[in-house]
């Protein structure tokens, strides 16, 4: 099993600043690495596949990079509406997710 | 526009078999370029994937859960299911029915389902 493993827990970001979340694999997973949005109360949203391919309707501030074990998502100027928590999914092979990092205001 | 909703019931006894069903509209589940999966999320933690179903029927699942779950789809209905047996108070979460783009290598998940809320208790 590749066990993924988002840091910080926690991250607090002022509105308008640059927010960078890290997720790790225990071995490789290449490029197949996705990251989702979850608000409280809803269901995730995809944000990025491929570590770094935005999905549809994804604004730019949000960017992904990465490959092999370790990625990064950046989001670029933090907004009101993406105080969440965020979450990093493998797939390649059994779809596994990271532990989550929650975005929060400072 | 592709949507998924789940349906069943909310409260399910202890020993007993969780079922949840999830309807897709927007498409078709007979598309060859999908996976179709469930995924759950206990109150206050992350998402654990519990298995997926293709629309030929072939599964796979989750080895942590393998052993308790079937996944099976109703292309007449454009439905897929899924049953949880042996529950305990550990299995309950909101479960998420989701759409997976097949990729390369494996999937991703570009369409949820609200969630619903299961609970085991007696």
């Known amino acids: 099993e590749i066990v993924m493993t988002q840091s910080p827990a926690t991250l607090s970001v002022s509105p308008g600043e640059r927010a960078t979340l890290s997720c790790r694999a225990s071995q490789s997973v290449s490029s197949n690495l996705a990251w989702y949005q979850q608000k409280p109360g809803q269901a995730p949203r995809l944000l990025i596949y491929?570590?770094?391919t935005r999905a549809t309707g994804i604004p730019a501030r949000f960017s992904g990079s990465g490959s092999g074990t370790e990625f990064t998502l950046t989001i670029s100027s933090l907004q009101s509406e993406d105080f969440a928590v965020y979450y990093c999914?493998?797939?390649?092979?059994?779809?596994?997710f990271g532990g989550g990092t929650k975005v929060e205001i400072k | 526009q592709v949507q998924l909703q789940e349906s069943g019931p909310g409260l399910v006894k202890p020993s007993q078999t969780l079922s949840l069903t999830c309807t897709v509209s927007g498409g078709s589940i007979s598309s060859g370029s999908y996976y179709w999966s469930w995924i759950r999320q206990p109150a206050g933690k992350g998402l654990e994937w519990i298995g997926r179903i293709y629309t030929s029927g072939s599964t796979n699942y989750n080895p942590s859960l393998k052993s308790r779950v079937t996944i099976s789809v109703d292309t007449s209905k454009n439905q897929f299911s899924l049953k949880l047996s042996s529950v305990t108070a550990a299995d309950t979460a909101v479960y998420y029915c989701?759409?997976?783009?097949?990729?390369?290598?494996?999937?991703?998940?570009?369409?949820w389902g609200q969630g619903t809320l299961v609970t085991v208790s007696s």
């Open positions: 989701a759409r997976g783009p097949i990729a390369v290598a494996g999937y991703y998940f570009d369409y």
């Open positions: 999914q493998q797939y390649n092979n059994w779809p596994f």
């Open positions: 491929g570590a770094s």
